[in-house]
């Protein structure tokens, strides 16, 4: 067994170092799983009752997430095992458990625990593991007893008290709840976890602003690898005003704490609110409470789609030479805002020199093509996309943008359609921009549908999704239909929404998600400025 264990891990790291960037580690760590799984599936095929190796491979199954293989492999070890392997028998069926677990087999987990429990039902694990099934399963009654049978062993078991909670909130006693998280709190002040806990039973009690301030408050007790962040991040999704409402009281009330401005920050710019962002920002340089590459990267960026370019490329190229390692995201935000400025030749240069940091990267080479196209380098800008798609050739932006070359620039619409036709096998989703294909295929009620869809799908307060129906609709432009109006009422919702880019409503012209159609309808400036405060830089 041992021998076993050392082979899969020198696999493990004879592979580890062939990694050079960051974007090998998706597929070193695929490399990684097939590695070991080959050593183990090597070892069980020349001993196939060597049942310490099995179950082995049964936890690497579980880890990897195959969990009816780990299932397999275990009820094959519980049919190897000799009787008086009790701890391993015990160690199988809890494993077995957790897999049933993982695939919501309910059912059947507790029927392994209930063979575990013959063989130890004093430990912990299992009966924590039994509280969590009965939770699953609807029965709060059993589920409660096994969580206060842990609390009368481990009084201070702060899960124990988050699951109470949950049972509480499933017979809608939200007082009760509360109780058995604030005793956790109160237990573990410096805990990020208990709040994160207490967040979770609050949002499920539609408590949001208390929920949000949990979870600013695992931010500032201790490092919990940004989960609170994330939480917070998710929240604003859906409730934006509650989220930056608990920011900004957080940030008054600890106003050399950059982090709270931080994250208030990146929450405006996920949800298209530059202004507020770009107030965040500033307050953090102004006051320099942190001073990072990033924080410069940030301010070029929302500076950029406020229409600021001289700004913003002065903010960008402050954030490059601060820069350790070079990134190739900052080089096409400083090309962006050179092409605005029309310096053309800057743009270019400044490309190449992206490109020179990473030859393979897809947004860069989008980037390029982009600027080609503009200067009309039609050939050009197909070679570089010839190159993306030869990386990644579901690449949807660059399959519309190649269409659109063929169609509109080289007058070839048969190669047009089938470039198109790809983008239909790329998803349907919001980025998919499935519609933009659909209606270049003559397939307009589609597109239409697909509009209205994606906005069903994406009920996110910054409004991207209205701005992408609203281009879209500008380009069908079958008006006695209704979709000149339809692309106004889009543009409306997304400004009533919060969404903040002048750069994308005034100045881009990139295929396809443009508004420059929209931008000939009578009241498309009105439109604009009835919501000009999107645009200010403003708490």
């Known amino acids: 067994m041992r021998r076993i264990l050392w082979a899969a891990l020198l696999a493990l790291c004879v592979i580890q170092v062939s990694a050079q960037t960051a974007a090998d580690d998706e597929r070193v760590r695929q490399r990684i799983k097939t590695a070991v799984m080959d050593v183990y599936d090597k070892a069980v095929a020349e001993n196939p009752d060597d049942y310490e190796t099995r179950f082995a491979r049964a936890n690497q199954l579980y880890l990897n997430g195959d969990y009816q293989k780990a299932i397999d492999d275990a009820d094959i070890v519980l049919g190897q095992l000799p009787d008086k392997s009790k701890e391993m028998r015990f160690d199988t069926y809890m494993l077995k458990a957790r897999a049933q677990a993982a695939l919501d087999k309910y059912e059947d987990e507790v029927e392994s625990l209930q063979a575990a429990a013959e063989i130890n039902p004093k430990s912990m694990a299992l009966i924590d593991l039994m509280g969590k099934a009965c939770y699953n399963l609807g029965d709060m009654d059993a589920a409660e007893q096994n969580f206060k049978t842990i609390l009368r062993d481990t009084p201070m078991n702060y899960d124990a008290h988050y699951w109470l909670a949950r049972v509480e909130v499933a017979r809608n006693n939200f007082g009760k709840a509360y109780d058995y998280c604030d005793k956790a709190v109160n237990l573990f002040t410096a805990n990020p976890q208990v709040y994160l806990n207490r967040a979770d039973i609050l949002l499920r009690s539609q408590q949001y602003e208390q929920a949000a301030q949990d979870m600013v408050s695992a931010m500032s007790v201790g490092n919990d690898e940004g989960k609170a962040m994330r939480a917070l991040i998710n929240l604003s999704d859906e409730h934006y005003s509650e989220v930056m409402n608990i920011l900004a009281t957080s940030s008054d009330q600890a106003p050399r704490v950059g982090m709270f401005h931080y994250v208030r920050a990146i929450i405006a710019m996920r949800q298209n609110h530059y202004g507020q962002a770009l107030w965040s920002l500033n307050r953090i340089i102004d006051n320099q409470l942190y001073d990072y590459h990033s924080i410069y990267y940030y301010q070029g960026k929302c500076l950029f789609e406020l229409g600021k370019y001289d700004e913003a490329l002065t903010a960008v190229n402050k954030a490059i030479a601060m820069l350790d390692e070079q990134d190739p995201a900052y080089y096409i935000l400083k090309a962006q805002c050179e092409q605005a400025l ?17 030859a393979n990267n897809q947004d860069v080479l989008l980037a390029q093509a982009r600027l080609l196209t503009d200067l009309r380098a039609d050939q050009k800008a197909m070679d570089k996309l010839a190159n993306l798609l030869g990386i990644n050739n579901k690449n949807v932006e660059a399959l519309l943008l ?97 969404y903040g880019s002048i750069h994308q409503l005034l100045e881009n012209e990139t295929p396809y998600v443009n508004l420059k159609l929209a931008r000939r309808y009578p009241n498309f400036l009105t439109v604009i400025d009835q919501n000009n405060a999107n645009f200010q830089v403003t708490r």
């Open 342 to 358: 029309k310096k053309t030749n800057d743009a270019q240069a400044t490309l190449d020199q992206a490109l020179k940091l990473d």
């Open 402 to 498: 190649k269409g659109w070359i063929q169609k509109y620039r080289q007058n070839n619409p048969t190669a047009a359609n089938k470039t198109f036709a790809q983008v239909l096998d790329c998803g349907s989703d919001m980025n998919s921009l499935r519609g933009f294909a659909l209606h270049e295929l003559g397939r307009d009620d589609e597109a239409r549908q697909w509009a209205n869809q994606i906005i069903q799908d994406n009920k996110i307060v910054g409004g991207q999704s209205y701005i992408t129906a609203s281009a879209l609709l500008s380009c069908i432009g079958d008006y006695e239909a209704g979709d000149k109006d339809k692309s106004v009422d889009y543009l409306r919702s997304a400004l009533a929404n919060g």
